[in-house]
């Protein structure tokens, strides 16, 4: 089963901006996060992963007259949470996934102290076979 897990990040959090960290302190957690890819890797499980831009590079997309793209910067929903990273898995199920979250939730931050930051897991959905 394939499952999507989705790495949140903001004050609500309670985790302090990485813009405070020393570089040793980025430099962990960024080979924390190499680890965990590479453990999924030798387990079988990693399908992608990938970090993201900051919030403020995002832009909303809408077909306009013709089907042209229209972009815009926003609305945004108002919220100080926003997606940092996503990892697509592909494990034995839920329990698995939520096992995984766990670790992930553990990479170091400011003073290589565990982040715990909310690991969101959602279940990759698949559409039923198609006739040919």
């Not at 970090?51 to 972009?71: F, N």
Request: glycine share 10%; aromatic share 8%.
């Amino acid at each position: 089963m394939k499952y999507m897990l989705l790495m949140q990040f903001g004050p609500q959090s309670g985790i302090s901006s990485v813009d405070t960290w020393s570089p040793e302190d980025i430099k962990a957690h960024i080979e924390f996060m190499h680890d965990v890819n590479r453990g999924l890797v030798e387990a079988g499980e990693f399908v992608d992963a990938q970090g993201l831009a900051m919030p403020d590079q995002a832009r909303i997309v809408r077909a306009g007259e013709g089907g042209v793209p229209v972009v815009t910067d926003g609305p945004f929903p108002e919220t100080k949470e926003f997606l940092v990273g996503y990892w697509i898995i592909d494990c034995e199920g839920a329990e698995r996934a939520y096992e995984l979250a766990g670790r992930i939730s553990t990479a170091p931050g400011l003073n290589g102290e565990p982040l715990n930051m909310p690991i969101e897991v959602r279940q990759v959905m698949a559409a039923p076979p198609q006739e040919l």
